[in-house]
């Protein structure tokens, strides 16, 4: 019975050797094939990443010879496929990547105009960006280089896709934006919602903070509100692909941090007030660090205009409203947006309070005043 026992042991083990190498065999029989004309190799091949999907496939001397890079997935593109693409800027798409790029103007700057009107809304709850003032237009390669590297910019990024110049007209600046045509779907999207942030940074920094805030720290704020816009798209692949730009160097990693950490008021007072020139990552609460506010010196001119009389604080703790989503709920004490987790001060009657938001329902919040052990639910009336 025994002896029995150990054939049958024996056999199974020899089926299941068999499975596993002719398994082996036909992954080593795929992996022998050229990803882009799909023939098999003739002893010699070269590997690849392919930037868009991560993947690293192997491709055929032949095809690394004679076809050009594609500007998107840095692969070899055929250009005998249907759907190739050369561009007037002589960048070549290969026919995957050439199905979403963006090539027309029109298409483009109705493209632009929902990814401005997205970022506004998704950050109406938190500041302003500008409308009227900005305009934008789809360039190729060739001309953005020369903008970028004639308009009195001098940082340079390994990755231009976009570019904001900003000139003086009266009392109030005008901001253009040229936006490289041929970029992917997402590609596109992400660029508009980063030149966007740069023309908040034209409107909302003073002079002396644009001079103090590295050339890193304003990217890496652009790249954030290029980063929370993609998150709303639950656009993956493109989150995944921000983080990887290290143009920002490390800076965007930061931005992200914070903003998840202490919420997205307190980056936007820190880019405005803080006293560092770039966010720190051996101390990350150095955010909170911003530079007193000065009051406005008296005038010594008689105004005739009226003055705007500033509303009383609230004697006590109220909620306003409540934005609900179930990934990013926030919800607005007295004068302030919180999100769960974030602490901050809130204007009661005439002093400040430090409160922590506990967590946000869809009609209530729970919070606690820090330095005390009394947690507080507040609902909307």
């Not at 405005?272 to 506010?293: H, N, Y």
């Not at 709920?329 to 974030?342: C, H, K, M, Q, V």
């Not at 919070?367 to 947690?375: E, P, Q, V």
């Amino acid at each position: 019975m025994n002896r029995i026992r150990s054939l049958l042991s024996f056999a199974s083990s020899v089926c299941w050797l068999a499975c596993v190498f002719s398994a082996t065999q036909l992954a080593a029989a795929e992996a022998e094939v050229c990803a882009i004309c799909g023939k098999p190799f003739d002893g010699v091949y070269y590997g690849f990443e392919d930037k868009v999907t991560l993947q690293k496939p192997h491709v055929c001397k032949d095809c690394e010879q004679s076809f050009p890079e594609c500007f998107v997935c840095s692969l070899p593109a055929d250009t005998n496929a249907p759907g190739f693409q050369r561009l007037a800027d002589q960048r070549v798409l290969c026919a995957r990547d050439a199905k979403t790029a963006v090539l027309r103007e029109e298409e483009g700057l109705r493209i632009w105009r929902e990814v401005r009107d997205g970022v506004d809304r998704l950050f109406s709850r938190f500041t302003t960006f500008p409308d009227t003032n900005v305009t934008a237009g789809l360039v190729d390669r060739v001309r953005l280089l020369d903008l970028f590297k004639f308009a009195g910019n001098d940082f340079h990024c390994p990755n231009v896709w976009g570019f904001t110049q900003t000139t003086t007209s009266g009392y109030r600046p005008k901001y253009s934006i040229s936006l490289m045509t041929g970029l992917p779907l997402s590609w596109f999207q992400a660029t508009c919602a980063h030149e966007y942030a740069h023309t908040w940074i034209g409107e909302h920094l003073s002079p002396a903070r644009k001079m103090t805030l590295s050339q890193d720290a304003q990217e890496g704020f652009c790249e954030l509100v290029s980063y929370l816009f993609m998150q709303s798209l639950d656009d993956r692949a493109q989150l995944a692909l921000i983080l990887r730009n290290g143009y920002t160097r490390g800076q965007i990693d930061l931005f992200v941090a914070a903003d998840r950490t202490f919420g997205f008021n307190e980056v936007l007072d820190w880019m405005q007030f803080g006293t560092d020139d770039a966010l720190s990552p051996l101390d990350p609460g150095r955010v909170r660090k911003i530079a007193p506010q000065r009051p406005a010196l008296p005038s010594t001119l008689t105004l005739t205009a009226p003055r705007t009389v500033r509303a009383p604080a609230l004697e006590s703790l109220m909620l306003k409203a409540i934005f609900w989503d179930q990934k990013r709920p926030t919800a607005l004490i007295n004068d302030r947006t919180f999100s769960p987790n974030e602490e901050g001060t809130v204007r009661v009657g005439p002093s400040n309070v430090l409160v922590r938001c506990l967590g946000i329902s869809p009609d209530a919040v729970q919070l606690r005043i820090i330095g005390s052990d009394h947690d507080q639910t507040l609902r909307l009336k």
